[in-house]
Nanobody, 122 residues
């Protein structure tokens, strides 16, 4: 499985960015981020069908995850960005196995993209 993330960059506080992640198949997927010196943290997740979406409390109301059916992947629309959103953002995919899982845990995902840097600064 190949995951290709794109869309990161430098943006001023209050600005917006849209991250995309193309996949080589259709999977349950998630976005995580990792700032320097910090652990990787959950940002958002979406089920295989797209019927269920989850967002971390810290981004709820500002970020929205959605499926990008044309790319068999996902997008993350990020609005009202804050300096504390600065991090490397990773997309992840979970191989279907019929088991329940914690979508907030990095260990629940089998495949990872290379990461894209998001910097929020004036």
């Amino acid at each position: 499985v190949q995951l290709q993330a794109s869309g990161g960059g430098l943006v001023e506080p209050g600005g917006s960015l849209r991250l995309s992640c193309a996949a080589s198949g259709r999977y349950a997927m998630g976005w995580f981020r990792q700032a320097p010196g910090r652990e990787r943290e959950f940002v958002a997740a979406i089920t295989w069908s797209g019927g269920n979406r989850y967002h971390a409390h810290s981004v709820r109301g500002r970020f929205t995850i959605s499926r990008d059916n044309a790319k068999n992947g996902v997008a993350l629309q990020m609005n009202s960005l804050k300096p504390e959103d600065t991090a490397v953002y990773y997309c992840a995919a979970r191989a279907p196995n019929g088991n329940t899982y914690d979508h907030t845990t990095p260990g629940s995902y089998d495949y990872w993209g290379q990461g894209t840097q998001v910097t929020v600064s004036s």
